[in-house]
């Protein structure tokens, strides 16, 4: 049996095509996971937001004129209790939401995939002191925290 030798010309096509292919597949799979990320941070705001309004919804009606006395402080104590629950919800799946970009970054960084949104993202917000929203909903729960004290102690 005789080998037949496969002319250089040719095998660099062949290995031009199956990177190629390989590289799609890749990238197809990468586009698969950053859509997975996208739909994980819609659900993860559309849940966070229902309850933060459920919370605000509460608080509002705590200042209904007809409420006896301890009902206002109550229904404060709630909305706020409902409110760091949202949070804690909020940082539950912003969890696995960080660990979908920092696989994707991976796959850039050890050049998987030919698609680079995470790296340009990161150069760009580079440079820029933005408050990420995990920050500014702690921020928040503070300053509701203090007022639902606050309104408690001046028995508004």
Known sequence: MTETKIPKETEKLFDQVFSNVQAKDLDEKYLKIWAAELEHTKTRWTVSTFFFSVSF????????????????NI???????????AYLIFSRFNQYTKLLREYLKELEDQNLTSIKL???LQQ???GNNRV?????LIYFGILYTIA???FWLLQY
């Open 57 to 72: 919804a509460i608080f509002g009606f705590s200042f209904q004129a007809q409420l006896s006395k301890p009902l206002p």
């Open 75 to 85: 229904a404060r104590s709630t909305g706020l209790v409902i409110y760091w629950f």
């Open 118 to 120: 995470h790296t340009r």
């Open 124 to 126: 760009k917000s580079k």
């Open 132 to 136: 990420s929203a995990t920050k500014l």
């Open 148 to 150: 639902v004290i606050a």
